[in-house]
Protein backbone atom coordinates (compact mmCIF):
# COMPACT_ATOMS: atom_id res chain seq x y z
CA UNK A 1 0.00 0.00 0.00
CA UNK A 2 1.08 3.79 -0.26
CA UNK A 3 -0.30 6.81 0.85
CA UNK A 4 -0.34 10.10 -0.96
CA UNK A 5 -1.13 13.52 0.14
CA UNK A 6 -0.83 16.34 -2.15
CA UNK A 7 -0.18 19.71 -1.06
CA UNK A 8 0.41 23.14 -2.74
CA UNK A 9 -2.83 24.35 -4.44
CA UNK A 10 -4.18 27.47 -4.49
CA UNK A 11 -5.53 30.76 -5.97
CA UNK A 12 -3.71 32.17 -8.58
CA UNK A 13 -3.56 35.26 -11.13
CA UNK A 14 -3.28 33.41 -14.89
CA UNK A 15 0.25 34.03 -15.99
CA UNK A 16 1.69 32.90 -12.38
CA UNK A 17 2.88 29.69 -10.68
CA UNK A 18 2.26 27.07 -7.92
CA UNK A 19 4.15 24.07 -7.05
CA UNK A 20 2.42 21.09 -5.73
CA UNK A 21 4.06 18.20 -3.69
CA UNK A 22 3.00 14.99 -3.26
CA UNK A 23 3.59 13.42 -0.11
CA UNK A 24 3.94 9.40 -0.03
CA UNK A 25 4.22 7.01 2.20
CA UNK A 26 4.03 2.87 2.98
CA UNK A 27 6.15 0.91 0.61
CA UNK A 28 9.16 1.94 -1.53
CA UNK A 29 8.43 4.95 -3.05
CA UNK A 30 11.49 4.81 -5.73
CA UNK A 31 9.64 1.61 -6.50
CA UNK A 32 6.74 3.46 -8.15
CA UNK A 33 6.67 5.61 -11.59
CA UNK A 34 5.23 9.05 -10.69
CA UNK A 35 2.31 10.88 -12.32
CA UNK A 36 0.04 13.88 -12.12
CA UNK A 37 -3.68 14.32 -13.41
CA UNK A 38 -6.06 16.82 -13.53
CA UNK A 39 -10.06 17.11 -13.59
CA UNK A 40 -12.28 20.11 -14.24
CA UNK A 41 -15.69 19.94 -13.63
CA UNK A 42 -17.83 17.81 -15.73
CA UNK A 43 -14.53 16.39 -17.14
CA UNK A 44 -12.49 13.61 -17.46
CA UNK A 45 -9.12 13.35 -15.48
CA UNK A 46 -6.90 14.24 -17.45
CA UNK A 47 -3.27 12.64 -17.47
CA UNK A 48 -0.80 15.50 -17.27
CA UNK A 49 3.01 14.33 -16.02
CA UNK A 50 4.75 10.95 -15.27
CA UNK A 51 8.31 10.44 -14.21
CA UNK A 52 9.97 7.12 -13.63
CA UNK A 53 11.80 5.55 -10.68
CA UNK A 54 14.40 6.80 -10.47
CA UNK A 55 13.45 10.15 -12.27
CA UNK A 56 15.81 9.42 -15.08
CA UNK A 57 13.24 10.47 -17.93
CA UNK A 58 9.73 12.56 -18.03
CA UNK A 59 7.18 12.70 -20.39
CA UNK A 60 3.96 15.41 -20.49
CA UNK A 61 0.58 16.24 -22.44
CA UNK A 62 1.08 18.49 -25.05
CA UNK A 63 -0.98 20.75 -23.21
CA UNK A 64 1.11 21.59 -20.30
CA UNK A 65 4.67 21.19 -22.17
CA UNK A 66 7.09 23.33 -22.04
CA UNK A 67 5.42 25.26 -18.32
CA UNK A 68 4.74 22.40 -16.36
CA UNK A 69 8.12 20.28 -15.11
CA UNK A 70 7.45 17.19 -12.68
CA UNK A 71 10.37 15.98 -10.53
CA UNK A 72 10.63 13.60 -7.33
CA UNK A 73 12.96 13.26 -4.81
CA UNK A 74 13.41 9.57 -3.51
CA UNK A 75 14.78 10.67 -0.05
CA UNK A 76 11.94 12.57 0.79
CA UNK A 77 9.53 10.30 -0.40
CA UNK A 78 7.94 13.08 -2.61
CA UNK A 79 7.02 13.93 -6.20
CA UNK A 80 6.49 17.36 -7.96
CA UNK A 81 4.80 19.43 -10.28
CA UNK A 82 6.01 23.14 -10.92
CA UNK A 83 3.45 24.92 -12.92
CA UNK A 84 4.45 28.17 -14.71
CA UNK A 85 2.55 30.60 -17.09
CA UNK A 86 -0.53 28.65 -15.29
CA UNK A 87 -3.85 29.66 -17.56
CA UNK A 88 -7.70 29.94 -16.82
CA UNK A 89 -7.90 26.26 -18.34
CA UNK A 90 -5.39 24.80 -15.62
CA UNK A 91 -8.27 25.09 -13.17
CA UNK A 92 -8.79 21.81 -12.06
CA UNK A 93 -8.49 19.25 -9.34
CA UNK A 94 -4.64 17.88 -9.53
CA UNK A 95 -4.39 14.51 -8.58
CA UNK A 96 -1.19 12.33 -8.04
CA UNK A 97 -0.58 8.48 -8.55
CA UNK A 98 1.83 5.78 -8.21
CA UNK A 99 2.28 2.77 -10.59
CA UNK A 100 4.15 0.16 -9.89
CA UNK A 101 4.90 -0.78 -13.86
CA UNK A 102 8.67 0.13 -15.58
CA UNK A 103 6.61 2.35 -18.27
CA UNK A 104 5.36 5.91 -18.11
CA UNK A 105 1.76 5.17 -18.00
CA UNK A 106 -0.54 8.27 -19.39
CA UNK A 107 -3.92 6.73 -18.45
CA UNK A 108 -5.60 6.37 -15.28
CA UNK A 109 -5.87 2.37 -15.61
CA UNK A 110 -1.41 2.24 -15.44
CA UNK A 111 -2.03 3.69 -11.60
CA UNK A 112 -2.56 1.59 -8.45
CA UNK A 113 -2.70 4.27 -6.09
CA UNK A 114 -4.46 7.77 -5.78
CA UNK A 115 -4.25 11.28 -3.43
CA UNK A 116 -7.24 12.69 -2.79
CA UNK A 117 -6.32 15.79 -5.04
CA UNK A 118 -5.66 19.73 -4.52
CA UNK A 119 -7.52 22.24 -6.24
CA UNK A 120 -5.68 24.88 -8.49
CA UNK A 121 -7.88 27.79 -9.36
CA UNK A 122 -6.41 30.42 -12.35
CA UNK A 123 -8.14 33.37 -12.11
CA UNK A 124 -8.18 35.56 -15.35
Known amino acids: QVQLVESGGGLVQAGGSLRLSCAASGRTFSSYAMGWFRQAPGQEREFIAV????????HYADSVKGRFTISRNNAKNTVYLQMNSLKPEDTAVYYCAASDTYVQPTTRTGYNYWGQGTQVTVSS
Open 51 to 58: ITRTGAAT
